[in-house]
């Protein structure tokens, strides 16, 4: 069976006081199981927890990489609780969607304080 295993922001599991500069990281637990790689992934962040609002879609990305930054130009609010998913295909065809994980916003500069 497949399923995600650390699903991270900026290498933590629900960060609060994100900056700026957001990474998004996930791997499998693949138990007893050779020769599967990612083909595809695709990144939703929203703003409220009944997924209704979505402020960035990657769209399905073609990439075996399991890390991605959030572009300079997508700007998130300060001190905003966010929700994230990912959805993945691997290499048998498998389809896996993530559970719903979170990050808080902190303050991005010094005149926020």
Known sequence: MIKFNKLLCNYE?????????IVFSWNYDITYIRNISQLSFRL???KSL???EIVYDSGFVSSSQ????????????????????IQTTLSDDTKLESCLCSFTTGLFSKESW
């Open 13 to 21: 599991k629900e960060p609060l006081a994100v900056g700026d500069s």
């Open 44 to 46: 939703k962040i929203y």
């Open 50 to 52: 009944d997924n209704q």
């Open 66 to 85: 399991m890390q991605f930054e959030l572009p300079n130009e997508i700007k998130m609010e300060e001190l905003t609780k966010y929700y994230w998913d």
